[in-house]
C-alpha cells in the first residue's frame, strides 16, 4: 500500500488557494522534516517548501513565499501546504516526501535526499 497520500488538489482560478495535505500510513513523520515538492510538464522536480522536526522552523521557495504555508500536525501524522494568491505559474503535480534521515539539523531541498514520496496530487490554475 501506498504509504504517503497527497490531496486537495483541483483546478483553480487565479488568485485562489488550495490546502494541500500529506498523510502517512504506516510510516511515522515524526522526527522528520517533511517537504513538498512540484513538477511541471517539461520541467525539472522543485522543491517548494519543507517544515522541520526539530522547532517547526521552515522554509519556502522564492516563488511561494509570502503566498504558502505548510504545517504539520503530529496527532493526524499529517502535513499541509495551504496555497493562497495562486499563480498559473504553480500549475504542477505537486508531491510531499520523507527523508531517509530524522532529526535533520536543517531541510534539504534536493530530490536525492527524500526516499518515501506520494503519488502526487495535480493543480492546476487557470482563468
Known amino acids: 500500500q501506498l504509504q504517503l497520500v497527497e490531496s486537495g488538489g483541483g483546478l483553480v482560478q487565479p488568485g485562489g488557494s488550495l490546502r494541500l495535505s500529506c498523510t502517512a500510513s504506516d510510516l511515522t513523520l515524526d522526527h522528520y522534516n517533511i517537504a513538498w515538492f512540484r513538477q511541471a510538464p517539461g520541467k525539472e522536480r522543485e522543491g517548494v517548501s519543507c517544515?522541520?522536526?526539530?522547532?517547526?522552523?521552515?522554509y519556502y521557495a522564492d516563488s511561494v513565499k509570502g503566498r504558502f504555508t505548510i504545517s504539520r500536525d503530529n496527532a493526524k501524522n499529517t502535513v499541509y501546504l495551504q496555497m493562497n494568491s495562486l499563480k498559473p505559474e504553480d500549475t504542477s503535480v505537486y508531491y510531499c516526501?520523507?527523508?531517509?534521515?530524522?532529526?535533520?539539523?536543517?531541510?534539504?531541498?534536493?530530490?536525492?535526499?527524500?526516499?518515501?514520496w506520494g503519488q502526487g496530487t495535480q493543480v492546476t490554475v487557470a482563468s
Open positions: 517544515i522541520s522536526s526539530i522547532d517547526g522552523s521552515t
Open positions: 516526501a520523507r527523508p531517509t534521515f530524522t532529526l535533520q539539523p536543517m531541510c534539504l531541498m534536493t530530490y536525492k535526499e527524500y526516499d518515501h
